[in-house]
Each structure stands twice: as C-alpha cells, then as structure tokens.
C-alpha cells in the first residue's frame, strides 16, 4: 500500500486531516512504487528549496569534541599500536582522557563506573576497552534542542500561511490556500507521475480533507 501524502508531512497535520488519510492509501506494485518513489524524491526536494527546509531537517549540532576523542580511542585500539611512536600514542591517549573527563555523562552506566574507579585510583581510562569502544560509537552530529524535521518545517509554514522570499509560485500558493492544498498537491503530484491506471471510483484528487 502506498500513501499518497507522505508520512514525514501527514504525521504533523491536524487530527482532521489525519484521521481521513485512509482516502490517501493506495494499492501500487512494488515496481511503480519505486519508480514513483524517485518522482516524489524531487517533489521533496522541490519543497526543501522553496522552503528553506533540508530534507536532512534543521539543528543539527556537531560534537567535534567527540569525533575528535572517537578517532583517538579508534588509533589506541589498532591492533598494530606498536608501530605507532610513543609520543603520538601518548597525546592520543591525553585526548581520549580529555574527552572523556568532559562528557562522561554520556556514558553508560557501566562506563560510568569504570572512568569513576579509574579516577579514584589514578588509572587511565585508555586501559579500559569499554570505555573506548563506546567513545568509538558515539555520533559525532546529533539533533540539537531545537532541531526540525523538514516535514515540521514544510507543514508548519504552510499551517500558519508563512510567505517566504525564495518560494516558486506553486508553494506561495500551498501556503495561502493551507494545509488542504498541501495535501492536493501531493495527490496531483502522484495521478501526474504515477499514472495510476486503476484508482477506486470514489478516489479524487478534490477530496475533502476534513469533514467540515
């Protein structure tokens, strides 16, 4: 089953419009479903644009801090360190011990222990793999406070009718016209590029959005 109105937008619109979406969910072959996939791939992409609205969202942050400590604990977990020079393994382990005395926070519980005890003996954390190995796996770019989804933006711009400079004169028109045009649109965009030659008789690219 394919939903017209994709999820990443449906799932931000009012209840109204959501609880009808059932209109929206079609039968279509796997093959003009990804077919159509990649049409409706530059109809996103299009709104990215026109909406200032990355389809990777907004507010990402970069932990540089955590990369740079990841690809350190990386370097102390070679199999060939001896190969490296000892000065070089001895920043690298000030790096990783920098790090990790500044975020442990994020650490599980485990690693909690283990960076306390390592603390309260005078150990290096650089001897415990666990806490390497975990300092590996973190995401260096994560979703800050104030992230948004691009679906978010898109819908949020269009619900409170939110004119922007760079948009074409299709999108001015979503946002004056609301959410329900939203919603038209991206059936138009589907009977246009899918060509669907098998729509039930009660489908319609007018259908109300909500029952008002």
Not at 10 to 17: K, L
Not at 23 to 32: A, E, M, R, T
Request: proline letters at 4%; hydrophobic letters at 35%.
């Amino acid at each position: 089953m394919h939903h017209v109105v994709p999820y990443q937008y449906r799932r931000y619109m009012d209840e109204a419009i959501k609880s009808r979406s059932s209109h929206d969910l079609l039968p279509v072959c796997i093959v003009c479903h990804d077919k159509y996939e990649r049409h409706a791939l530059q109809f996103k992409r299009h709104l990215a644009e026109c909406f200032a609205a990355p389809l990777e969202g907004l507010g990402w942050v970069e932990r540089r801090d955590i990369g740079k400590g990841g690809r350190a604990a990386g370097t102390l977990t070679l199999p060939s360190l001896e190969k490296i020079p000892s000065a070089r393994i001895a920043q690298l382990r000030i790096i990783v011990e920098e790090v990790v005395g500044s975020n442990a926070g994020l650490f599980s519980d485990d690693s909690q222990c283990l960076i306390s005890k390592c603390r309260a003996d005078g150990s290096s954390v650089c001897s415990e793999s666990t806490v390497l190995r975990e300092l590996m796996a973190m995401e260096v770019r994560i979703q800050g406070l104030g992230f948004r989804t691009h679906g978010e933006i898109v819908v949020g711009a269009v619900s409170s009718h939110a004119l922007g400079d760079g948009m074409c004169g299709q999108c001015k028109t979503l946002v004056t016209d609301g959410v329900p045009a939203l919603v038209m649109s991206w059936r138009r965009h589907f009977v246009e590029c899918a060509r669907p030659a098998h729509l039930p008789d009660h489908w319609s690219v007018e259908y109300r959005c909500t029952k008002d």
